[in-house]
């Protein structure tokens, strides 16, 4: 082979080279005009997201936020995996894993407010009055004996409300496997918020939801039931951010996600929280986490 081609090889192999270095550096840079936000349906049924959305982006000029919802499980994953660049979920315990395992940077409370137990407005296992344990120890005594009459509607797909409903039964002595298999009076929608409180309200089910999203439901007349239970230290829900740790993910936009974070706990940012669902519903929401978690 002569030096003319030799040459020629030599030349091609250092642009082929070329052009994988500036593939593999265009594929690892984050695109800081997109932000994507993995979030549990909870949020996402309620329309805060929209106004926080539309604020942050006029806030900051060139930045398309995108929503990816889905119970807190789902979301994690998309946070493990970097198909997401900031997580807003509600399950303090499977956040903390999270960050411990590197996958986040750290853990932001932004908001609260409160799980309810709903159910039929005649409270046919009469647990007006009790505690969230004693409910559904309650609830599960009178749907064995009387599953015509007494059902409980779960999310049953490993979201952050599913998670507190599993802590809950839990909390009663029976483990959430025994109860799933304990008869017909238990239902799993595998779905998200707004659709179980559907199912529930066509079943004349109990069930376990954010107290955010029943009241959009409510107010849009598109159930029957009523809260029962409602207060509780087992049922504070609160709300958290976490960006996805570019150490790991290099490809996500970890400045947006940081700039998203420090906008849902500034001022302006714990206002919309404040102010959320007053017009629309009568009442707020969420309590935004610069009030302090309850004592």
């Known amino acids: 082979m002569d030096r003319r081609n030799l040459a020629i090889i030599g ?35 309620t329309g805060l997201l929209e106004e926080i959305e539309a604020a942050f982006e006029d806030k900051y000029p060139g930045t398309d936020v995108s929503v990816i919802s889905g119970g807190t499980g789902i979301a994690l994953q998309y946070g493990e995996r970097g198909d997401a660049d900031v997580l807003l979920t ?6 903390e894993e999270f960050i411990e395992s ?28 009790l505690n969230a344990t ?9 749907g064995q004996s009387n599953p015509d009459q007494v059902k409980f509607a779960s999310r049953g797909d490993d ?12 909390m009663t002595g029976v483990s959430y496997d025994e109860v799933s298999g304990s008869g017909e009076w238990y239902i799993e929608s595998g779905r998200g918020m707004g659709e179980t409180l559907l199912l529930a ?16 439901y409510t107010n849009e007349g598109r159930i029957r039931i009523v809260p029962i239970v409602t207060t509780g230290d087992e049922l504070l829900n609160v709300y958290a951010a976490m960006p996805v740790n570019p150490e790991i993910h290099p490809n996500v936009n970890y400045e947006g996600a940081r700039n998203f974070v420090n906008f849902l706990v500034s001022p302006e940012g714990q206002e919309i929280i404040r102010n959320y669902g007053i017009e629309q519903y009568g ?9 302090g978690l309850p004592s």
């Open 134 to 142: 004693e409910a559904f120890e309650k609830i599960m005594e009178e």
């Open 201 to 216: 309200s066509e079943l004349n089910a109990y069930t376990l939801t954010d107290s955010g999203t029943f009241l959009a």
């Open 102 to 129: 590197g996958f986040g940077t750290e853990r932001t409370e932004i908001a609260y407010n409160y799980f309810w137990i709903v159910g039929p407005e005649n409270d046919p296992a009469e647990i007006r009055g």
């Open 283 to 291: 009442q707020p929401l969420f309590t935004p986490i610069s009030e």
């Open 11 to 45: 030349i091609l192999v250092i642009l082929i080279a070329a052009a994988g270095i500036y593939a593999y550096t265009v594929s690892t840079q984050p695109d800081t005009s997109r932000l994507i936000v993995s979030t549990t349906t909870s949020l996402e049924d």
């Open 159 to 170: 979201s952050g409300t599913h998670a507190r409903e599993k802590q809950i039964w839990e």
């Open 90 to 95: 509600h399950d303090e315990s499977r956040e």
